[in-house]
T-cell receptor
Framework: IAGITQAPTSQILAAGRRMTLRCTQD?????MYWYRQDLGLGLRLIHY???????GKGEVPDGYSVSRANTDDFPLTLASAVPSQTSVYFC????????????FGPGTRLTVL | GQNIDQPTEMTATEGAIVQINCTYQ??????LFWYQQHAGEAPTFLSY????GLEEKGRFSSFLSRSKGYSYLLLKELQMKDSASYLC??????????FGAGTTVTVRA
């Protein structure tokens, strides 16, 4: 059992390009989340999905979109990357939305030039 | 917005005890988590408190006082492998997790 996997591990991207970060979990968790982590700011929620077929906006959703076509996958898309989106992106999942413990993937380090 | 404060850095000696404080001001409260994050790695779950009091789990303990908006994580018998960032996170009334900026603990021999 892998838990949560993310791809790519790292990426350097030119500004204006489109990029999709992939996240897959094999724990059959209902809820999934995307966070970005920046030095001195901690983890901030970008988008979430409480169950397959539904998504919601977190604290910093602008410039990002997500989809949840099935239970396992939760891709994050940057339609037109900007340098301020340079960050480490973590995907997480929990059995249910609410107070269940969230488990994190290994992260994707994204640099936008 | 949610406000979660914790010290930026702490240093302690191997074998010692360190206490990491976390204060929070959030819209509602549905629980508090502590996560450990080693450099370049994912956060990993340490503890969850929703009721007042102390939860002990091996060398790590977590305390919560809801009336004071305060929690601490106590690390005993420090080991070199405990050098990491420790993240305090609160579930508020919208059931979303809000994180503090993290406390980097350095354990010295």
């Amino acid at each position: 059992i892998a838990g949560i996997t993310q791809a790519p591990t790292s990426q350097i991207l030119a500004a204006g390009r489109r990029m999709t970060l992939r996240c897959t979990q094999d724990m059959r968790h209902n809820a999934m989340y995307w966070y970005r982590q920046d030095l001195g700011l901690g983890l901030r929620l970008i988008h979430y999905s409480n169950t397959a077929g539904t998504t919601g906006k977190g604290e910093v959703p602008d410039g990002y979109s997500v989809s949840r076509a099935n239970t396992d996958d939760f891709p994050l898309t940057l339609a037109s990357a900007v340098p301020s989106q340079t960050s480490v992106y973590f995907c997480a999942s929990s059995d249910r939305a609410g107070t269940d413990t969230q488990y994190f993937g290994p992260g994707t380090r994204l640099t936008v030039l | 917005g949610q406000n979660i404060d914790q010290p930026t850095e702490m240093t302690a000696t191997e074998g010692a005890i360190v206490q990491i404080n976390c204060t929070y001001q959030t819209s509602g409260f549905n629980g508090l988590f502590w996560y450990q994050q080693h450099a370049g790695e994912a956060p990993t779950f340490l503890s969850y408190n929703v009721l007042d009091g102390l939860e002990e789990k091996g060398r790590f303990s977590s305390f919560l006082s809801r009336s004071k908006g305060y929690s601490y994580l106590l690390l005993k018998e420090l080991q070199m492998k405990d050098s990491a960032s420790y993240l305090c996170a609160v579930i508020s009334d919208d059931y979303k997790l809000s994180f503090g900026a993290g406390t980097t603990v350095t354990v010295r021999a």
